[in-house]
């Protein structure tokens, strides 16, 4: 009976334990959904409250805040939801980190099954930010998956759009230029002039990257008269500031004057504030290098009271750094102090390293002319300090980009090998079904595809081997250039590996020469379109000439023959570096030095200094 009665007691026990314990996974289940309520009510509150002015950094921060949250409590819906309406604007202002790390949670989440339109917006936000963050090898990959899994043309075309700015960020200029032509093609199909210009403007952007000028203007050019005849505002401010940048590039500051003063004028029309500003800024630029620093400072005055207006940090901080410039050369200093560190205030939370020693260089000078040698020391230091570590990210983006290249053509030459492997078993299915005088002649056959895979397989791994280690090697080896002479052995290595080729050696030697004899090189404007001029060819045949010879573009083909001319002159004569850049045809320092450094591992300095 004792015993009956342990068993009824511990029956009742385990009944009530287990009631407890769904009392206590029901609560902490209404715990939670409360929670989650609340979250969404927030999110509806803040969007309620900027009414549809959602690029404004305040309502940026407490959005991060909220979706930091959904995240960190696994509220992965939630998450999503507050994603898809979000993402395009958190690209929009340059948020492409927090894209990312929200994409590719929700996409490792086991708890969502994304539809087919909602796999094709999230992988297109997040093509996006890897575009425009240079995440080459993976946006390739979502890409070609949006490419290859959808029948949405409306979604294969912008894949193909960032496909291109992918495949240019790895110089491959060809190949990104296809795919904006397919847009294109597609985009006249459908009627989206609006899409047509916009490509237009992309392909006249990859031109004037390989100093094609004249192309790239007949390009910007067509889609400024396609804007104005479809009466599309939006896209013609788009490609008129685009030839704003153009002309000033050229220093052609005649024309782009004009142009940024009508996207100027068009932007006020249509109330664009964000392009008002930019364009007002670049026309202050464009003033302020001619030294009318009257007109500047007005122009910078409208920027910076607009982006304080919008509350937009970082084009704030680029304004006052040109705005303490200009009041620097007029001799004002406590105003130009005031807005140099507001600047760096905001400079501390960018990371951006160009324009942080930008500013501090004109901080150093600054203090300088105020005589706090003390503070201008400092900012020297500073600027020391981060020019190296953009000379040690140079080489590290020049090891990023082969190290691309190479990812990319061993895929290639895998499906090559694919397509040469299936088309030699689709021959031997051929040739076990006839005569034996037939079978000999397709063993012959078959022994020929083999080698032929057999090479195949070797310029694999060769050029694997070779790419990879490339880079790598120019770190710590110099070649040694003990004389003025410039010779076709600077390209030894590239000639040895394209010397079964022989397509158009006569023309790369003529370019070559002339290049070289002529002193060509020396011209900062030399372009493809005038050297195809002195040798009495086309644009296509020079290219071709030096692709198929060097496995290399033209920008990288002059650099080789500058670097080599600098080098000399850096040990051999008593010039500045200032001077040698000149000589062998640079504008500006940083191209220079970013050149030089491809080639040697070294900047100018470092080269000297291990050479003696």
């Known amino acids: ?54 690029r404004d950094s305040v309502y940026i921060d407490r959005l991060l805040k909220l979706t930091d949250i959904a995240q960190e409590q696994s509220w992965d819906d939630v998450l999503l939801n507050i994603g898809l309406e979000n993402w395009a604007t958190l690209n929009t202002v340059g948020f492409y980190s927090y894209v990312i790390d929200d994409i590719e949670y929700i996409k490792a989440s086991e708890q969502i099954n994304l539809s087919e339109s909602q796999q094709n917006n999230v992988n297109l936000y997040l093509l996006e930010a890897y575009s425009t963050t240079r995440e080459t090898v993976k946006g390739i990959a979502i890409a070609n998956e949006i490419i290859d899994n959808s029948d949405d043309e409306k979604a294969i075309a912008p894949a193909r759009g960032f496909l291109s700015t992918l495949y240019s960020n790895a110089a491959r200029f060809n190949e990104s230029a296809e795919l904006l032509f397919k847009n294109l093609v597609y985009f006249e199909a459908v009627k989206d002039t609006s899409s047509q210009i916009a490509t237009l403007n992309n392909l006249a952007q990859i031109n004037e990257a390989l100093y094609n000028f004249k192309l790239a203007l007949d390009l910007f050019k067509q889609a400024e008269s396609l804007a104005i005849k479809s009466g599309d505002l939006e896209r013609e401010l788009l490609v008129l500031s685009s030839l704003g940048v153009y002309f000033k590039n050229i220093e052609d500051f005649e024309n782009a004057t004009n142009y940024y003063l009508r996207a100027i004028e068009l932007s006020e029309s249509i109330d664009d504030l964000s392009a008002y500003a930019q364009n ?21 005055d409208i920027a910076y009271k607009i982006v304080q207006k919008l509350n937009y940090k970082y084009p704030l901080a680029l304004i006052g750094i040109m705005r303490g410039t200009l009041l620097m050369d007029l001799n004002a200093l406590s105003s130009a102090e005031a807005y140099l560190l507001e600047a760096e205030q905001i400079m501390s939370d960018v990371e951006d390293l160009e324009t942080t020693i930008f500013l501090d260089e004109k901080l150093s000078l600054l203090y300088e002319k105020k005589k706090d040698y003390e503070r201008a020391l400092s900012y020297s230091k500073a600027v020391v300090e981060n020019q190296q570590v953009v000379f040690e990210q140079g080489s590290l983006d020049s090891l990023n980009k082969q190290l691309i290249n190479y990812q990319l053509k061993q895929a290639e030459l895998l499906s090559e090998n694919q397509r040469i492997e299936t088309k030699r078993s689709q021959q031997n299915n051929i040739l076990f079904s006839i005569l034996i005088f037939v079978f000999g002649v397709g063993f012959v ?12 397989i070797e310029k694999l791994f060769a050029n694997a081997k070779s790419e990879f280690t490339k880079p790598l090697e120019s770190l710590d080896q110099e070649e040694n250039v003990p004389t003025d002479f410039i010779s076709l052995d600077i390209f030894k290595v590239e000639l040895s590996k394209t010397k079964q080729s022989g397509n158009r050696q006569e023309l790369f030697y003529e370019l070559f020469d002339i290049v070289v004899k002529k002193e060509l090189f020396k011209s900062p404007d030399l372009g493809l379109n005038q050297l195809a001029k002195k040798v009495k060819s086309n644009t296509a045949y020079v290219s071709e000439a030096i692709n198929t010879n060097l496995d290399m573009g033209f920008n990288a083909f002059i650099n080789r023959i500058r670097t080599k001319k600098a080098q000399y002159l850096l040990l051999n004569t008593e010039m500045i570096i200032d001077d040698v850049m000149e000589e062998c045809g640079y504008r500006n320092r940083s191209t220079f030095y970013r050149a030089f450094q491809n080639e040697t591992g070294l900047t100018p300095g470092e080269y000297v200094q291990k050479r003696t």
């Open 1 to 54: 009976m004792g015993c009956f009665n342990l068993k009824i007691k511990g029956f009742y026990t385990c009944v009530f334990l287990l009631f407890l314990a769904l009392v206590i996974t029901e609560s902490v289940k209404a715990q939670v959904y409360v929670e989650q309520e609340a979250l969404k009510a927030d999110y509806n509150s803040l969007r309620d409250q900027f009414e549809g002015n959602y």
């Open 280 to 300: 007002n800024f670049n026309l202050g630029n464009i003033y302020y290098e001619q030294g009318q620093f009257s007109l500047a400072s007005d122009r910078y």
């Open 445 to 456: 056959i078959t022994s020929f595809m083999n080698q032929q895979k057999k090479t195949l």
